[in-house]
């Protein structure tokens, strides 16, 4: 099932995606900063901590009849599936847990994210939060089967559904550069599953924060959090897909395998100032009429090249 | 260690189904459900069927939430606030299928199971996608055409004019696991082929309880499937302790993993029409439909 693995990175990979997810939200404060016209918008670097700290003392907020369980497995559930993701993405040339069906692995920690969104909506009672969990269900269905089918491009490009071999198949030629429209997709299921961004619909603006409306204290930051580590998760796991991996000049592949992390993550990043939100009805429309027969025909050229 | 596990998540398996007719709300029916699936997945990559542990990972997360829409849909009182009992015949329902998983369980155990014949390939999911690409193609093709026969049958009953009074059945029976000799117990560890068949056993007699005596078509539908996961149980174990070196049983797996799904598209669909056109959702009120 897996190969020995050192048992340190059992112990380093939570705190990197955690330090990871901490970039991402301060460079989206200062982003945010910028934004608004802030005349020292680097000072906005440390707002996530303050926000956790205040977070972490502040008291909760509760709704009449909740149902606590099942809110408090929906949140929880957001870190945990990021970091059940996690240990199959290479970082540099091995991954913490070698899975030959890594990227089933993958998608099927991603799918996850349906459940904790849904859960989370439904357990706080809330009409405006049952409706973002709804919401996510709906984008769920729009954007799983585009992402599927860029999934298993990608898979299929290096006749392997292991990570590691999918990004050792990309030596000379990046898999982007050849597949580009997969590359793209994934990029849009990305923000999707991680509900950010251009589609975080299910916790927009008109719903007051739809599925974490009511979500206060701890439970907030830890829905949050997680939310932050998918989408790191998501863009790690475009580096051995479709950006080779470890592969580069000079730096050892770990340092490379960072670098192109932290570029996707900051264009993920940046792209939630960049656009605007896309209502999920639309996004279905796109997603069933333009993206999947668009990755079916990606994914045919693909299967003709690689015809032996 | 692999003792442990399984029996852990045997317990976690039978305790969701059991909790899913117990609890009052109907997310937590459906969650507890998807506990119950969840730990059957996690079995299937204990004896190696990687693929479709994950495979059953996926299917049953993404499932599970569009029955939880269903549910809330046609559900009165979806959270369980007040409480209500909505069950027929409970104690023949319960007679019945205590009766089966007994039955099952004398069967399995006293069957005298053939040996182990080879061993499970390096790559168990190449093993499969060969299979499935080459001896087994008219399993791939015939689930492909029914799974597009579904979703164009499912659009045509759940729309508005569905055609449910001329050819919608409930009464459709499931399949029964395959327990006809064959497979070869391994004593390792003491998780055997029995304990895999008595895990599946115990699925399919907890389904089959709940498919008897709920009222609700919705929690029926979570019966069945419950039964279905008794199979894929049964498949997988099957699969691993009698002819791990053929793909048999994995293509086994993953035909109950689409007609599971094919239960539900179809089964909605009908749920929906019959709603549609009835205002009914309960089986007591449809009785007239028996054939």
């Known amino acids: 099932?897996?190969?020995?693995?050192?048992?340190?990175?059992?112990?380093?990979?939570?705190?990197?995606?955690?330090?990871?997810?901490?970039?991402?939200?301060?460079?989206?404060?200062?982003?945010?900063?910028?934004?608004?016209?802030?005349?020292?918008?680097?000072?906005?670097?440390?707002?996530?901590l303050r926000e956790a700290a205040r977070s972490l003392i502040v008291q909760r907020r509760g709704t009449l009849a909740p149902d606590r369980l099942l809110t408090r497995i929906g949140v929880i559930s957001l870190p945990v599936a990021a970091l059940l993701a996690a240990v199959v993405v290479p970082i540099g040339t091995e991954p913490v847990a070698r899975l030959r069906i890594g990227v089933v692995w993958f998608n099927a920690m991603e799918v996850?994210?349906?459940?904790?969104?849904?859960?989370?909506?439904?357990?706080?009672?809330?009409?405006?939060?049952?409706?973002?969990?709804?919401?996510?269900?709906?984008?769920?269905?729009?954007?799983?089967?585009?992402?599927?089918?860029?999934?298993?491009?990608?898979?299929?490009?290096?006749?392997?559904?292991?990570?590691?071999k999918v990004a050792a198949a990309q030596d000379g030629l990046w898999f982007v550069v050849w597949m580009p429209v997969a590359f793209v997709v994934y990029l849009f299921s990305a923000l999707a599953m991680a509900f950010w961004g251009p589609l975080g619909h299910p916790v927009a603006g008109d719903l007051a924060g739809g599925a974490?409306?009511?979500?206060?204290?701890?439970d907030r930051l830890v829905f949050l959090a997680g939310r932050y580590m998918l989408l790191v998760v998501a863009a790690a796991v475009a580096v051995p897909l479709f950006l080779g991996g470890?592969?580069?000049?000079?730096?050892?592949?770990?340092?490379?395998?960072?670098?192109?992390?932290?570029?996707?993550?900051?264009?993920?990043?940046?792209?939630?100032?960049?656009?605007?939100?896309?209502r999920m009805d639309r996004f279905m429309e796109l997603s069933w009429m333009v993206l999947i027969p668009a990755m079916l025909l990606q994914a045919l050229v693909v299967a003709i090249v690689v015809l032996p | 260690m692999q003792a442990v596990a399984f029996w852990g998540l045997a317990a976690v398996a039978v305790a969701g189904g059991i909790a899913v007719f117990v609890v009052g709300s109907m997310a937590r029916a459906t969650f507890a459900l998807l506990a119950s699936f969840l730990a059957a997945g996690v079995e299937l990559l204990l004896i190696d069927l990687h693929y479709l542990g994950a495979l059953v990972i996926l299917m049953m997360i993404m499932e599970m939430l569009i029955m939880v829409v269903f549910m809330v849909m046609y559900m009165m009182n979806p959270a369980g606030l007040m409480p209500m009992v909505m069950v027929h015949n409970n104690r023949g329902a319960l007679a019945i299928s205590a009766g089966v998983f007994v039955a099952l369980a004398t069967g399995i155990l006293l069957t005298p199971w053939p040996q182990r014949r080879g061993s499970p390939p390096r790559d168990v999911?190449?093993?499969?996608?060969?299979?499935?690409?080459?001896?087994?193609?008219?399993?791939?093709m015939v689930i492909g055409v029914a799974i597009l026969a579904t979703m164009i049958a499912s659009v045509v009953l759940a729309t508005h004019r569905g055609r449910y009074d001329r050819h919608v059945r409930f009464d459709r029976a499931e399949p029964e696991p395959d327990l006809d000799p064959a497979r070869g117990p391994r004593r390792r560890c003491r998780v055997t082929l029995e304990t895999f068949l008595l895990l599946a056993a115990a699925l399919f007699a907890v389904g089959l309880y709940g498919a008897l005596s709920q009222q609700s078509i919705v929690m029926v539908m979570m019966g069945l499937e419950l039964m279905v996961n008794g199979v894929l149980i049964a498949g997988g174990g099957f699969w691993y302790y009698v002819a791990p070196g053929t793909a048999d049983g994995q293509v086994l797996v993953l035909v109950a993993i689409t007609v599971m799904a094919l239960e539900m598209a179809m089964g909605f669909a009908v749920v929906t029409a019959l709603f549609r056109a009835r205002d009914v959702d309960v089986t007591d009120d449809a009785g007239d439909l028996k054939g």
């Open chain 1, 1 to 48: 099932m897996r190969e020995a693995t050192a048992v340190w990175t059992v112990v380093a990979l939570p705190i990197l995606l955690a330090g990871l997810a901490f970039a991402a939200a301060a460079f989206n404060s200062v982003l945010r900063a910028v934004g608004a016209g802030h005349p020292e918008p680097a000072r906005a670097l440390t707002d996530p």
């Open chain 1, 112 to 164: 996850a994210v349906w459940g904790a969104v849904w859960l989370t909506g439904w357990g706080v009672n809330s009409a405006y939060a049952l409706i973002g969990g709804y919401r996510f269900i709906a984008q769920g269905l729009a954007y799983e089967l585009p992402h599927m089918f860029a999934l298993i491009t990608a898979a299929l490009g290096a006749g392997s559904l292991d990570l590691t």
């Open chain 1, 212 to 218: 974490a409306v009511e979500l206060s204290g701890p």
């Open chain 1, 246 to 278: 470890g592969a580069g000049p000079l730096l050892p592949a770990w340092t490379w395998s960072l670098v192109k992390t932290c570029a996707v993550l900051a264009a993920l990043v940046w792209a939630r100032h960049r656009l605007l939100v896309l």
């Open chain 2, 125 to 140: 999911t190449f093993d499969l996608g060969q299979a499935l690409m080459g001896p087994k193609m008219l399993v791939m």
